[in-house]
DNA sequence: GATGAATGAGTGTTCATTCAT
DNA sequence: TATGAATGAACACTCATTCAT
């Protein structure tokens, strides 16, 4: 169509304008001039400049939520599940980074701390990410092949922390470890951390 | 003096302002109006707004540097100094959250995007966190009483990126566990990574 | 005809949300949508905004007109007239407040200044009702039912002011007196200065 | 001062072009041209648009009500009172056409019914005309020289529609009486329905 | 006739910075 | 040193109108 391709042109510019030079320095007018249509039809489409980076911060984050939740579909035990979601991340973003830039540099930033409500559709989907790693830790809990000394949704909580800031620092050129290392990296040392020493409850596959 | 009194004046009421709206959305009329001076005196002082700015973020990152390297003046073992250093990032960043707001959430959006040059004083100070992780880890690794799959350098980018991601991630509001919760698992989860479990080469202090 | 009940729609709605928000304030797009086509078929029917509200223009002092017109027919004498047109025109204005609103608050401002050419048909029609204000005088005047120290067209215009200033004051909430109330004084205060305080010159019907 | 000197000319500048297109067709961007000031000056004095409009009102009102109070000041009789208004109202116009044709013609209709709340200043203002008429006819009730059929407010009410809705025609054209004709006219029949026929309760002039 | 995606000139407003006093 | 009035380029956004289908 037409018009998905009109839109596709917009957010593939936007995306790229956003990613060179931050959200806050691409102009609309720069954008709808690099996309080949009208300012206006980016209002069409999108409704605001905000309306844009949402739609990009949506199809970026739902397919990352995706991923996760594939892992967690296979059904293996939490320890293995723990260690495919660490080599998953940063495979997954590293082979998204213009998309993942702008999520992580600039998201937060431009929108308020306040106006980024806890209804919004936006923080739903960012808390789910938490709920996501707390589901991995759960099952390994559960299986016996993790051992956490402190509660699953605060652990779950640091090693998201772990993953977003490691990934952050690396697209601000503050690390140089390149991607496929710092996932090897995470496997690692989240398993030393986290996989329990002893022998798990349950036979290896969970049922 | 008078000078030193309204400079401090400023800092105090920008530092406040940005944490409250973002730095995009503090006016430098705003900060002079609550700061009870004249908007042009904000330039005899500090220039630009930029300049308040980095003016700030050379105190905070001052401090902090100059707390990483007393812990390292200490000369405990690695791994103590590791367990020190988990306790006092998160409790220096707990105590300064406002400053420490400022730089996390307002800095690499608004500086990094090409402009954040190599060479400049505030890129060194940053590149100095990593600096001084790695010699907390290469302590440990020579002592005996840590144990490194990886090079130092690169797990100190990850150790970095475990506390930044954290950090940020609670400052802006999606993490629930308190600051003194976060450093008690950071210090844990941290040693069970890295800490050696055979016995150290070398006795319990260093010398 | 499908045609016929598009075209009302569009001005049953467009009536209605000229009144809620003023003209200036109500989009092609927002009429289009309440009225249920797209906003093309606007331009099919009317050939621009301008054109919807004429319409409107049209339709609602023609029966404006045609009311006090019907009035000098039943030839009754001027005083009577006058007092039946009092009536009338209150009345009218209270029966049809959402046209006459938009008539009354929008019209001037928005085609008055230049474009608003001697001779346009709206024009003419505003010109019309002084001159049947007009007519109402001259008839009293002429049976000595009336008696007018300044010239017949001059006091109708002065008339006409009292009527519109009256309404639109009322219109934009600055008259509490009810339109019924604003009748009955009208009747009165006219009759007061301008009703003939000797015997008419003719019996009091004319033939 | 300077700063006056611009005001100044910012505000005869505006009035001059609102009066010229309408409020709507002149904009920031012209006005600050022909003033000879930056756009952002107009900002700096005014605040907006808006601001720049609402003081020439207020500046035009206030001389207004001035006026009337002046003459309830004289402590006339109410019918030597009321024929005074009449002479003035229409005289204060004439003589301020360019501002009046602003107030008159661009006022209520930019500012919607809604937001033109009724305890904001200029709501206040305008109010104040209605309780000025107010006095004048009270004042010639009791002192027997004024005789009304109908409640004091609700007839001020309808003066005041008189006089706004004949001169708001006369600036949009309407009426072709010059001013100097209308304040005669309004004098007499404002009187002719007004004015006792009986003696007057109190001696001519009030103590 | 009917559609609605596309247009783009035009708008009011912002705000870091300057400079005469 | 301190002031604050003045600046003006830049911005996101609006909306009546068009036209290919």
Redesign the interface.
């Known amino acids: 169509m037409t018009d998905t391709a009109r839109s596709r042109a917009i957010l593939t510019t936007a995306s790229r304008l956003f990613a060179?030079?931050?959200?806050?320095?691409a102009t609309t007018s720069e954008i709808a001039r690099a996309a080949g249509v009208a300012e206006g039809t980016l209002y069409h489409h999108f409704g605001s400049k905000d309306g844009i980076f949402l739609t990009l911060f949506d199809e970026t984050i739902d397919g990352f939520l995706a991923g996760i939740e594939e892992l967690l579909g296979r059904r293996t035990t939490g320890r293995e599940t723990l260690a495919a979601l660490a080599r998953f991340l940063f495979d997954y973003v590293s082979r998204h980074q213009e998309r993942y830039l702008i999520l992580l540099?600039?998201f937060?930033?431009?929108l308020?701390?306040q106006q980024?409500a806890k209804g919004s559709p936006q923080r739903e989907k960012?808390?789910r990410v938490?709920e996501l790693f707390s589901r991995v830790l759960a099952r390994g809990k559960a299986d016996g092949t993790l051992e956490l000394?402190?509660p699953v949704?605060?652990?779950a909580?640091?090693l998201?922390?772990?993953?977003?800031?490691?990934?952050?620092?690396?697209m601000?050129?503050?690390?140089?470890?390149p991607f496929p290392?710092?996932g090897?990296?995470?496997e690692?040392?989240?398993l030393?951390?986290?996989a329990s020493r002893r022998a798990p409850k349950t036979p290896r596959r969970t049922p």
């Open positions: 060179e030079k931050g959200y806050g320095n540099r600039d937060p930033v431009h308020t701390v980024f960012l808390d938490t000394p402190f949704r605060e652990t909580e640091m998201r922390g772990t993953f977003y800031g490691t990934t952050r620092l690396k601000l050129g503050l690390i140089q470890a290392r710092l090897r990296m995470a690692s040392y989240w030393k951390a986290l």
